[in-house]
Nanobody, 115 residues
Framework: VQLQASGGGLVQAGGSLRLSCAAS????????MGWYRQAPGKQRDRVAT???????YYADSVKGRFTISRDNAKNTVYLQMNSLNSEDTGVYYC??????????WGQGTQVTVSA
């Protein structure tokens, strides 16, 4: 199974981007789906996740600006990012975790926010 992330790019501060991540084939028993971010020289941090029951988590830095959603039928997770600022710059990785704890990771998509 491969996760294909898309939607990254260069955007001015205050702009918006929508990231998408689709699985190459159906993944059974999905628990969490979400997005992580790795800024240059920093560790990979969780940005937003959503459980199979619809419970969401957002990092404090993105609350009120980012919205995560998922399409279970398509094994796809989205991240709508609004009011972007320079601190949102980084490589965004999508993640799918199954109920037995196994995690699939996407290849990452670069988001660059210019001042």
């Amino acid at each position: 199974v491969q996760l294909q992330a898309s939607g990254g790019g260069l955007v001015q501060a205050g702009g918006s981007l929508r990231l998408s991540c689709a699985a190459s084939e159906r993944i059974f028993s999905i628990n969490n789906m979400g997005w992580y971010r790795q800024a240059p020289g920093k560790q990979r941090d969780r940005v937003a996740t959503v459980t199979s029951g619809g419970t969401t988590y957002y990092a404090d830095s993105v609350k009120g600006r980012f919205t995560i959603s998922r399409d279970n039928a398509k094994n796809t997770v989205y991240l709508q990012m609004n009011s972007l600022n320079s601190e949102d710059t980084g490589v965004y990785y999508c993640m799918v975790r199954t109920s037995d704890g196994y995690a699939y990771w996407g290849q990452g998509t670069q988001v660059t926010v210019s001042a």
